[in-house]
């Protein structure tokens, strides 16, 4: 129950920290599209995971936080991105925590939800959706090590 209770206590910090930046910022909007994608994806494909919750808190709501504000940058390479992005998840998703215990019948299903999730931004086009799933991206791609263990 600690344990559980802890998860949903880092999640709710992370939200409301990162609404909070994105209000005072005014890309609320922006940042609640960012964490709902990061989320989102997350659920589906999985990922690895920070040594620590304190680090865990501190990367992502400076990610959530940041991705509204640097979607600029990418504007033009958005297509690059979610083929990069959608490689990844036809590659390596689902990469689920070991804590998980998702049942091995349910990977195929969950890959391509992710892959679904990835290839609707190249309709819907939003440089915040692109970045959020990149970031998430990387998370899932697995080291040689655990590879071989699958």
């Known amino acids: 129950m600690h344990y559980a209770l802890s998860i949903i206590m880092n999640t709710l910090l992370i939200i409301m ?7 005072l910022t005014g890309q609320l909007k ?5 964490l709902f994608s ?3 994806l997350r659920m ?11 680090a865990c808190n501190i990367v992502s709501i ?8 640097i979607t600029y940058l990418i504007h033009n390479h958005l ?3 979610n083929l990069f992005s ?30 679904i999730l990835v290839s609707l ?18 998370t899932v791609i697995i080291p040689l090590q655990r590879r071989s263990i699958r």
């Open 44 to 54: 589906s494909s999985g990922g690895v995971h920070l040594k620590s919750a304190r």
């Open 30 to 34: 922006e940042t609640f599209l960012a």
């Open 38 to 40: 990061f989320i989102l």
């Open 121 to 138: 931004n190249f309709w819907i086009h939003s440089s915040v959706i692109g970045l959020a799933f990149l970031v998430q991206s990387f």
């Open 79 to 81: 297509i690059w991105i």
């Open 86 to 115: 959608l490689i990844v998840m036809i590659l390596c998703a689902p990469n689920p925590d070991a804590n998980a215990q998702i049942p091995k019948e349910w990977y195929l299903g969950l890959k391509i939800i992710s892959i």
């Open 17 to 23: 920290t990162s609404l909070c930046i994105g209000g």
């Open 62 to 69: 400076f990610i959530c936080s940041l991705i509204p504000h």
